[in-house]
Every structure is written in structure tokens, then in C-alpha cells.
């Protein structure tokens, strides 16, 4: 069965620093890897996508998401972090067939001014 | 186009009560999954329905079911609601083919209290 860790609860970083939030993955075939974010009392909004072809995915707001296949990883990545990226963070994994998405547990990102 | 739609946004029940919540996925969109999100768990998924048929089904107990309509509009019941069902609830919608189209479209959520 497919699975995504996010081993970080809490990541906390000051506003203009790169910014990393992590993501390991686990799934029978080749994966299919999306982030999300939540802002509070909102649904998800879909940040960016890997489903074949560069490792490197740029998405929306400015984020990336570098795919590491030998690592099963699928770090979420920004190079200067702004006050309004805090939110909850998803990674999600599906893999290939009728399989359903899988969440992580999230990452709750604190951007300080 | 319209998002995801789902109502009510907030219900409060009592505990040994049913609950219907409603979601009207994206216009084209022809899978509808759910997903039910608490502090402590995160999100997990609920069921998935593609063409009014369950697609995937979560690790749930029986209490929780779902439908689709021909028009991709999606219910899901709670019977005999108790307090560890408070939660939000989310719909999401998507095309429904593998991969590509894959990619998730998120309501607001219901938020249910159960008292």
C-alpha cells in the first residue's frame, strides 16, 4: 500500500531564507507526487505536481519540488520565504492504476518577520 | 468555472444522530473523493466515486457511505454519529483519469461537531 511520511510537524524559518519542507514517499510503481496547501478555514489548494520528466517541478506561488527517485523523496522547496507562505503543507502520493491519493499528516510552515 | 461546493459549511449534531453532507464537484469533473480531516490524523481518505461507482474505499467503518448522482454530484452519510467523528470534511473533485488529470480540486469543507 502506498504511504508519505512528512517527519516534520513544524518547520519554522524567517522571512527572505530558502525554505524546505519534506516528503518521502512510499509506493508500488512509478509515483505520482502533488504538494498542497491549506490556509486556515480553507480547503486545499494545489500547489504543483510530478508526474514524469524533470525532477525539478515548479508550481505556483513560487514553489518547487525537486523528485528524488533513489531517496523516494519529494521535498517541497522555495528559495526566499515570505510571511503569507504560512500555512499547513500536504504532500500526497498516488500510484499507478484506480489507486486513491494518500496524504502526509502535514507540515505546518511559520514564516517570522 | 465554479469550484468545489459543498454544504453545509457547519453542522453541530448529537451523538447516535445521521448526518448527510453534500458536494457538487467542478463542472466536467467526474470523480468526487472525500476525505476527513482531524488535528491529530491528518487527512484520510473516506471513498472515492467515479461515475456514480465507488471507485476506492478507506479504512472506515460501515457507518460511513457514500453516492454519486449521474450528475457527479456526491453524498456522504455518517450513521450513529460519535464525538471521535467531529472533524472536517472535504470533497475534492477531479477529471478521474490516471495521472495527469489526476490532480485534486478541494471544497471548503464541512465542519461537524459532535456533541
Known amino acids: 500500500a502506498q504511504s508519505v511520511a512528512q517527519p516534520e510537524d513544524q518547520v519554522n524559518v524567517a522571512e527572505g531564507n530558502p525554505l524546505t519542507v519534506k516528503c518521502t514517499y512510499s509506493v508500488s510503481g512509478n509515483p505520482y507526487l502533488f504538494w498542497y496547501v491549506q490556509y486556515p478555514n480553507r480547503g486545499l489548494q494545489f500547489l504543483l505536481k510530478?508526474?514524469?520528466?524533470?525532477?525539478l517541478v515548479k508550481g505556483s506561488y513560487g514553489f518547487e519540488a525537486e523528485f528524488n527517485k533513489s531517496q523516494t523523496s519529494f521535498h517541497l522547496k522555495k528559495p526566499s520565504a515570505l510571511v503569507s507562505d504560512s500555512a499547513l503543507y500536504f504532500c500526497a502520493v498516488k500510484g499507478s492504476g484506480n489507486t486513491p491519493l494518500v496524504f502526509g499528516k502535514g507540515t505546518r510552515l511559520s514564516v517570522i518577520a | 468555472k465554479a469550484g468545489v461546493t459543498q454544504t453545509p459549511r457547519y453542522l453541530i449534531k448529537t451523538r447516535g444522530q445521521q448526518v448527510t453532507l453534500s458536494c457538487s464537484p467542478i463542472?466536467?469533473?467526474?470523480?468526487v473523493s472525500w476525505y476527513q480531516q482531524t488535528p491529530g490524523q491528518g487527512l484520510q481518505f473516506l471513498f472515492e466515486y467515479f461515475s456514480e461507482t465507488q471507485r476506492n474505499k478507506g479504512n472506515f467503518p460501515g457507518r460511513f457511505s457514500g453516492r454519486q448522482f449521474s450528475n457527479s454530484r456526491s453524498e456522504m452519510n455518517v450513521s450513529t454519529l460519535e464525538l471521535g467523528d467531529s472533524a472536517l470534511y472535504l470533497c475534492a473533485s477531479s477529471l478521474g483519469g490516471t495521472g495527469f488529470s489526476y490532480e485534486q480540486y478541494f471544497g471548503p469543507g464541512t465542519r461537524l461537531t459532535v456533541t
Open positions: 510530478y508526474i514524469t520528466g524533470d525532477n
Open positions: 463542472s466536467g469533473h467526474r470523480s
